[in-house]
């Protein structure tokens, strides 16, 4: 899992409305709008009830410790997508407390491991690793204009790609998985098997020839330059997850408006239009 540095965010908060006019440009709908399509839930709704949602970005200092500008680039984000937003004075503990004795709507915080956003009001939580595969997967899906019976590569079997490859199929793509240690594709296939018919998950190990079959790409590991520029077509469509990016910049530069990477922006965006419109499940 990579944990992000101080030099991948400081920039984001400046460059957010670039960013979703680009996002605008490559899928039709920006920041909040892919992040509902990944939620599937009405965009006017969330933009009614966003700004009286109030979340407390909580900093963590264990492990190894605040990341400079991490929060308050979270809550930039979370402004930015027209959510009330803070970041919290105190931090760990004492950052929840006050949450709650503010009457905080939910909060977000991350330590080495795990990022969550945390409904207080109905206990409903959004795993950072798991929305963003999702809203990636939402990003590839309109980038293609509807990515049902197309091939789409999900490369690194991880929770992100994991997440990914369970929203391609609800999106009723044809879904192609790659991982370079053939265990994790071998396990998140089993996994797939009871949501999809055995047709529409394959695993393929030859990474060459997965490229060169699949126009639509999830690329989802922590590994820089694995989609080599010679396979690289102005045709394909890629959504990039992982950190580092996967595409050198001479791909970036092949690829234009074909490709889609963040490193926070959309996962963040999508965290709080869950934990906004999920609905806390009843217990028997
Ligand atoms: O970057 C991370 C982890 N790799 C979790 C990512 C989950 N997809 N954590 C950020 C740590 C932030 C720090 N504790 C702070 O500044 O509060």
Known sequence: MTRLKSSDICDIALRLEKYDQQLLKITGRTLVGIACHACNVDERTVRQKSPSFLID???VTSGQGIITDFSKTVASI???SGFNARVSDTHDTA?????????SDAVMMADDKRFVGINLNNRCV???????????????????KGI????????GCGPVGKAAAIALLSFNARVVLYDNRPEPARILQKSLSALAPENQVRIEEDLEKALL??????????VQNTIPEKLISGRMGIAAPGVPLGVSSKGCG?????????????GVTAMAVSILTQKEETRS
């Open 57 to 59: 970005v909580i900093p």
């Open 213 to 222: 079959d699949c126009q639509y790409i999830i690329e989802a590991t922590p």
């Open 78 to 80: 979370l402004k930015f």
């Open 95 to 103: 950052g929840i407390v006050q949450a709650y004795e503010n009457r």
């Open 254 to 266: 092949i690829l234009k408006d074909r490709l889609v990477h963040d490193k926070l922006e959309l």
């Open 126 to 144: 959004a795993d950072n690793s798991e929305v963003t595969g999702r809203v990636f997967a939402a990003a590839l899906d309109l980038m293609a």
């Open 148 to 155: 049902k019976d197309r091939d789409a590569l999900v490369m």
